[in-house]
């Protein structure tokens, strides 16, 4: 079955550390997405790549680090530079940035810091 | 920069009854694609309905239709015969439509905590 596939569901780490997020799809979708959701609040994008070895920064990019060195794989770190890392990561692709504008969603990562 | 206004935090509703939820964006763009995305208790993100601005149809999706009022910047989602898998936050988005444009993500409102009463 094609998807987006996020792991780990939950993810908890210290303070100061920094933590990768994983994000793979595999259905050849060019551009792949980030967005961090908080409690009453929608989705806010972090990064976006459109394609290999591509990626721009998104409304709330500080504190992130992202890299797309495979088209299946956009992984997502979380630095301790981060003032409030504690959210619901949700990744996102579509198949090509300019003549589909529908993002398909993975499940989601719940990342606690302490 | 486009912003997305979901006014309602919350609404419940008896089962089998219609709802509808509101949505206003704000764009200067003149083409754009509007979303209702669904997420339930699992978190899962889950595309309802989507709406072409250049088109006045409004998009239907079995029980799920909108009201697209360009001119007025709205689009609300209207659920008939509510059911309690409907229970969810429901989402508005927009992305503009220009070259490029679809990779610059979505902009979400806040979303609608929708419940369906027994």
């Known amino acids: 079955d094609g998807g987006i596939t996020q792991s780990p569901k939950y993810l908890f780490r210290k303070e100061g550390q920094n933590v990768t997020l994983s994000c793979e799809q595999n259905l050849n979708h060019d551009a792949m997405y980030w967005y961090r959701q908080d409690p009453g609040q929608g989705l806010r994008l972090i990064y976006y790549?459109?394609?290999?070895?591509?990626?721009q920064k998104g409304d709330i990019a500080e504190g992130y680090s992202v890299s797309r060195e495979k088209k299946e794989s956009f992984p997502l770190t979380v630095t301790s530079a981060q003032k409030n890392p504690t959210a619901f990561y949700l990744c996102a692709s579509s198949p090509r940035p300019d003549n589909s504008y529908e993002q398909y969603f993975g499940p989601g990562t719940r990342l606690t810091v302490t | 920069a486009q912003t997305v206004t979901q006014s309602q935090p919350e609404m419940s509703v008896q089962e089998a009854e219609t709802v509808t939820l509101s949505c206003t964006y704000d764009?200067?763009?003149?083409?754009?694609?509007l979303f209702w995305y669904k997420q339930p208790p699992s978190r899962q993100m889950i595309l309802v309905i989507r709406?072409?601005?250049?088109?006045?149809q409004n998009a239907t999706e079995n029980r799920f239709s909108v009201n697209f009022q360009k001119a007025a910047k709205s689009f609300s989602l209207k659920i008939s015969d509510s059911q309690l898998g409907d229970t969810a936050m429901y989402f508005c988005?927009?992305?503009?439509?220009?070259?490029?444009?679809?990779?610059?993500?979505?902009?979400f409102g806040k979303g609608t905590h929708l419940i369906i009463q027994p």
């Open positions: 790549s459109q394609i290999v070895n591509d990626f």
């Open positions: 764009t200067s763009e003149s083409n754009y694609y």
């Open positions: 988005a927009f992305i503009p439509m220009y070259s490029g444009g679809g990779a610059d993500g979505l902009t």
């Open positions: 709406q072409e601005a250049y088109k006045q």
